[in-house]
């Protein structure tokens, strides 16, 4: 039986077996308290061993990390803070941990220590916890969805377009890199490349998302994506999980409401659902968490236009790192303004300067700004990145051949505006800034169980 299950029993008397990893061992010349936890809940259960019953040479090798099987009786337990406990009639010993190399003998290590043993942090509290957390807020994006209608569609994670335009790409080969096949004029013959032309992981499942939305009507994506981008930044790794909904006859009203609803949606499944594991977040690592859930919760997110937050900005009298005109991509520095100090709330900021935004965006009538729209949380600044699409042949064959785009990479996307086209619109939003925010963890390598970061790829 897993302990979740166990630690709600009221069987008492019933025989149990209970299989895990000893957290802690104490006890005295008759008994010994055994700490028990197999994932599948924050809380241990305490096994009793009456030396007695129990081989004394065994339990000397059942040390903190042993992994053990106890076969015993459920009785209430007299202790504070548990309903349960195991009296042991027999222990099976399935691997022990030496006490003198077990890298997660003692409690208390760092974050930062930790993620150095990234193969062995889940046995920890914390990150047993933010690993629930992080499924069950997959499992509610599949909910979400699902209740609502959209599709899920698998976009590829190999992609021949190198202009999706949101940051440097993996190159994928199966040359060999020492010594590549050459043309004539001496440049790398992709054509007896594994694909016959280049190719690279992809950053975004939008282009193809897009696709899905003008057929399927509204469909989401769900996957990794990839930037090469060498910014060791506690918000960036080179391979984070994306979703990205994609709407047909969304404006960007629509869309906005949708990534209210959404992350709110989320929020409060998190609140409901992992309860335990949320409070123990915030006794250990942010003591305003659970308010700040509950405060995004309760307030409606701001909408407010760039040129108003660059206004704002200006007037702040604030000092800024990277001081901020219009036309200039916003800093997390400039986010963090607006949304904690200034608004004291979500922010979606919209109808950015075109310069500063992809090609696909929507134009508004001023011929300078675009339907983009950014949704700014309190601690992590841009959460989602979105946009209306634009919808219209001409004016987005004209933006592609203004930024010099190759058309060879975008006929099969013009092409959905060539038949059939209509307003749609869509968004991003990366699953472990989400989880930041809902974990109140600090930095994103401790979001993700194996975190690839620049030079770190180890396990
Ligand atoms: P940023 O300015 O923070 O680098 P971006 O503008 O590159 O973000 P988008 O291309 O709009 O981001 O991607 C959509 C979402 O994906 C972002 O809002 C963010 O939540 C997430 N995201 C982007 N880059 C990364 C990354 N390197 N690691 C983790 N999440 C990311
Ligand atoms: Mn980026």
Known sequence: MRIAQLLKSTEYGSQVVVKGWVRTKRGNKNVAFLALNDGSCLANIQIVVDLAKINEESLRTITTGACVAVSGTLVESLGAGQGVEVQAESIEIYGTADPATYPLQKKGHSLEFLRDIAYLRPRTNTFSAVLRIRHAMAFAIHKYFNDRGFYYLHTPLITASDCEGAGAMFQVTTLDVDNPPRTEEGKVDYSQDFFGKPCSLTV????????????????????????????????????FWMIEPEMAFYELEDNMALAE???????????????????????????????????????????????????ILQESGRKFEFPCDWGCDLQSEH??????????????????????????????????????????????????????????????????????????????????????????????????????????????????????????AEF
């Open 335 to 456: 986010e963090r303004y607006l949304v904690e100090e200034h608004f004291k709330r979500p922010v979606i900021l919209i109808n950015y300067p075109k310069e500063i935004k992809a090609f696909y965006m929507k134009m508004n009538d001023d011929g300078k700004t675009v339907r983009a729209m950014d949704v700014l949380f309190p601690k992590i600044g841009e959460i989602i990145g979105g946009s209306e699409r634009e919808a219209d042949f001409g004016k987005l064959r004209a933006r592609i051949d203004e930024l010099n785009i190759p058309e060879k990479d975008m006929w099969w996307y013009l092409d959905t505006r060539r038949w059939g086209s209509a307003p749609h619109s869509g968004f991003g939003l990366g699953f472990e800034r989400l989880l930041l925010f809902v974990t109140g963890m600090g930095n994103i390598r401790d979001v993700i169980p194996f975190p690839r970061t620049p030079k770190n």
């Open 204 to 239: 975004s499942g939008q282009l193809e998302g897009e696709l899905g939305a003008l057929s399927l009507g509204q469909i989401y994506t769900f996957g990794p994506t990839f930037r090469a981008e060498n910014s060791n930044t506690p918000r960036h790794l080179a391979e």
């Open 261 to 311: 609803d959404f992350l709110k949606y989320l929020i409060a499944y998190a609140l409901e659902h992992c309860r335990e594991d949320l409070e123990f977040m915030n006794k250990m690592w942010d003591n305003e968490l659970l308010e700040r859930l509950q405060f995004v919760l309760d307030n409606d997110f701001v909408r407010l236009d760039y040129t108003e937050g660059i206004r």
